[in-house]
């Protein structure tokens, strides 16, 4: 089986990178080695990168199910009502389910964002700023709810903390002691529309 993959090499790194992104395909980050000692690395990691693409064919993906007619909705997959459009409808139910999960969760967490937004993303589930404003993929509907409460206890730990240090997944395991197996989870959907 053939194995395409992209290099980007940028000698500021110090080693070689192996990613599988959805969009992009297999990424290889090259620190400026020459092209047979990459081309023998990503041989013997090939069993690794196989693996690790089957893993994201396998995640749902809204566009797939949307052309069966279906979509994905709190981990469950419905069928979209003929006259529906998945971004509006994604749009109104995550702005329903999120408002509620961050009250709940600010006051037990103690922390008071200054915003909340919405916007269609690619890549993230949510972020939060350094002025504390919170902003949310539209498509974050689609997660079981307790996956979206992750979420919303994630960016809420960034009110905080503005790092990802053990202080950070302190505060996190501290409003959710199973986080870990939220994020394993989370990993079956994808964030884009």
């Known amino acids: 089986m053939s194995l395409p993959y992209n290099i980007i090499t940028n000698k500021k790194l110090k080693n070689l990178t192996i990613s599988v992104d959805p969009h992009k395909g297999v990424i290889v980050k090259n620190p400026n080695y020459v092209i047979s000692k990459?081309?023998?690395?990503?041989?013997?990691?090939?069993?690794?990168?196989?693996?690790?693409?089957?893993?994201?064919?396998?995640?749902?993906?809204?566009?797939n199910l949307l052309e069966e007619g279906k979509i994905l909705y709190l981990?469950?997959?419905?069928?979209?009502?003929?006259?529906?459009?998945?971004?509006?409808?994604?749009?109104?139910?995550?702005?329903?389910?999120?408002?509620?999960?961050?009250?709940?969760?600010?006051?037990?967490?103690?922390?008071?964002p200054a915003s909340i937004s919405y916007r269609k993303a690619k890549k993230r589930w949510g972020s939060c700023?350094?002025?504390?404003?919170?902003?949310?993929?539209?498509?974050?509907?689609?997660l079981p709810l307790e996956c979206i409460t992750y979420i919303v206890i994630h960016e809420l730990s960034h009110i905080k903390h503005k790092h990802h240090k053990k202080a950070f997944w302190d505060c996190?395991?501290?409003?959710?002691?199973?986080?870990?197996?939220?994020?394993?989870q989370i990993k079956e959907f994808l964030p884009t529309l």
């Open 172 to 184: 996190v395991r501290e409003f959710m002691p199973d986080y870990k197996q939220r994020e394993k």
């Open 129 to 142: 700023s350094y002025k504390n404003q919170l902003s949310f993929n539209i498509t974050l509907a689609q």
């Open 75 to 112: 981990g469950e997959i419905i069928a979209l009502q003929a006259n529906q459009k998945a971004e509006a409808f994604y749009r109104e139910q995550t702005q329903k389910i999120i408002p509620k999960i961050v009250e709940e969760q600010s006051f037990l967490m103690g922390v008071t």
């Open 38 to 63: 990459v081309q023998t690395i990503v041989a013997q990691k090939a069993e690794w990168i196989f693996s690790k693409m089957a893993q994201v064919q396998k995640r749902l993906s809204i566009p």
